[in-house]
């Protein structure tokens, strides 16, 4: 009895089709307000210290529909600093071990284990600022009133103070007592999260009293 023949050439077929059909499905005013939306990102992110970084982060923004003003851009830079802070502080935590014995070990000499405690603390402090402005930011009511101004003053305050906490936390690794993998690993992850807070800082500061 002759073999049926492989049907992966028409689930082939049928996938390709499937994937011409949702790219032409695509209205051309679809198409246009998401080119306007990339545009937008990229003009905002000239203004920030890492360009490149800020594109690359609000690109991968889950939030719909996409950020439109200068408000909603500080709001959406926020948040992803918030996931990527958070991200980071999971990952100091595995690499650690987790806990005062973990950090220890990571360490590899004696008194490794407060640096890299500290580390994790700061870390934790930025998400938690990160994530409070964020949500000021979405909460803050009426452009241009009084109310406005102070909550766009607490949204700077916290990021200024994540960045900070950030930064505490590469400048105590950058001490003895830490074996430089570990420094290297740990540095890597948090330089990230500090170029993306520090974008979204001055994407925060760019938000006028008419937005």
């Given at each position: 009895?002759?073999?049926?023949?492989?049907?992966?050439?028409?689930?082939?077929?049928?996938?390709?089709?499937?994937?011409l059909l949702a790219?032409?499905?695509?209205?051309?005013?679809?198409?246009?307000?998401?080119?306007?939306?990339?545009?937008?990102?990229?003009?905002?992110?000239?203004?920030?210290?890492?360009?490149?970084?800020?594109?690359?982060?609000?690109?991968?923004?889950?939030?719909?529909?996409?950020?439109?003003?200068?408000?909603?851009?500080?709001?959406?830079?926020?948040?992803?600093?918030?996931?990527?802070?958070?991200?980071?502080?999971?990952?100091?935590?595995?690499?650690?071990?987790?806990?005062?014995?973990?950090?220890?070990?990571?360490?590899?000499?004696?008194?490794?284990?407060?640096?890299?405690?500290?580390?994790?603390?700061?870390?934790?402090?930025?998400?938690?600022?990160?994530?409070?402005?964020?949500?000021?930011?979405?909460?803050?009511?009426?452009?241009?009133?009084?109310?406005?101004?102070?909550?766009?003053?607490?949204?700077?305050t916290w990021c200024?103070?994540?960045?900070?906490?950030?930064?505490?936390?590469?400048?105590?690794?950058?001490?003895?007592?830490?074996?430089?993998?570990?420094?290297?690993?740990?540095?890597?992850?948090?330089?990230?999260?500090?170029?993306?807070?520090?974008?979204?800082l001055a994407l925060?500061?760019?938000?006028?009293?008419?937005?």
């Amino acid at each position: 009895m002759p073999r049926p023949a492989s049907c992966a050439p028409l689930l082939l077929l049928l996938a390709s089709a499937a994937a011409l059909l949702a790219v032409a499905s695509a209205s051309p005013a679809e198409s246009s307000a998401a080119a306007s939306a990339s545009d937008f990102i990229r003009r905002s992110c000239r203004d920030t210290q890492y360009p490149s970084v800020c594109v690359q982060s609000l690109a991968s923004y889950g939030g719909s529909p996409p950020p439109r003003s200068p408000r909603e851009l500080a709001r959406a830079a926020l948040s992803v600093s918030a996931d990527r802070a958070r991200a980071a502080s999971a990952y100091v935590g595995r690499l650690c071990g987790g806990g005062k014995a973990g950090a220890k070990q990571a360490g590899g000499k004696k008194g490794a284990a407060g640096p890299v405690r500290d580390c994790l603390e700061n870390l934790a402090d930025s998400v938690g600022h990160l994530r409070d402005a964020a949500q000021e930011m979405g909460g803050a009511g009426r452009a241009g009133s009084p109310a406005f101004k102070w909550h766009l003053s607490n949204v700077q305050t916290w990021c200024s103070a994540a960045l900070t906490d950030e930064n505490t936390c590469l400048d105590g690794l950058s001490g003895r007592g830490v074996d430089a993998g570990t420094r290297a690993a740990i540095r890597g992850k948090v330089v990230e999260v500090a170029q993306v807070t520090s974008n979204a800082l001055a994407l925060v500061n760019k938000v006028g009293p008419g937005y």
